[in-house]
């Protein structure tokens, strides 16, 4: 199911922010060039959000606030320590100004 989550100009470039969606918390990032991408965004490891962290545009990475593991955007896998688990990744969809979310149906 789609979910409208934010306009595109509510992300600025090279940043995240955090929505709730369907009860669900989602870290959205602007990767610049139309390019958003939406992972978890309480960290793996401990409670932290994602979206306070720095996003990577380049390495296309999200880092924890917290401990500084930094996640894979596409693949939600943590490329460095202390996590060790993957985070949720969900499908973007941009249409027109709008940012949608894919998450299945519960
Ligand atoms: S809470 Fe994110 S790395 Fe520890």
Known sequence: MLFEVAKTSDIPEGEARRFVVDRIEIAVANLGNGQFLAVDDICSHAE?????????????????????????LRSGKPKTLPATVPIAIFPVKVEGETILIELEDR
């Open 48 to 72: 932290a959000s994602l979206s306070e962290g720095e996003v990577d545009t380049d390495r296309e990475t999200i880092e924890c606030p917290r401990h500084g593991s930094t996640f894979d």
